[in-house]
């Protein structure tokens, strides 16, 4: 299940995410979504083990701050029509 982690900080790297994330459940993998140069902040897609740690993730850290970060970030399912996650994996291939 994909989840979307925004307002990161915009210097977070996807193993630091990853990390951060990985307290609170399985991550099997984190992709930063492209962002506009000089943004102040950061989102990423979270492919989480299962439907309930990306429940979890929604219910409980979404605008608290995770362990390991210093502000509020916001956690939610990932809109099947965005596609994020999809044009992401496409582009690393090629």
């Given at each position: 299940?994909?989840?979307?982690?925004?307002?990161?900080?915009?210097?977070?790297?996807?193993?630091?995410?990853?990390?951060?994330?990985?307290?609170?459940?399985?991550?099997?993998?984190?992709?930063?979504?492209?962002?506009?140069?000089?943004?102040?902040?950061?989102?990423?897609?979270?492919?989480?083990?299962?439907?309930?740690?990306?429940?979890?993730?929604?219910?409980?850290?979404?605008?608290?701050?995770?362990?390991?970060?210093t502000s509020p970030v916001s956690v939610r399912y990932l809109d099947a029509g965005?596609?994020?996650?999809?044009?992401?994996?496409?582009?690393?291939?090629?």
């Amino acid at each position: 299940t994909d989840v979307v982690l925004d307002d990161a900080p915009a210097t977070a790297t996807e193993e630091a995410i990853a990390a951060v994330v990985g307290q609170y459940g399985t991550v099997v993998s984190a992709r930063r979504v492209p962002s506009a140069s000089g943004a102040l902040a950061s989102s990423f897609v979270l492919r989480m083990g299962d439907a309930k740690q990306a429940q979890w993730l929604i219910e409980n850290l979404n605008r608290n701050i995770p362990v390991g970060l210093t502000s509020p970030v916001s956690v939610r399912y990932l809109d099947a029509g965005q596609g994020l996650y999809d044009q992401q994996q496409q582009q690393q291939q090629q």
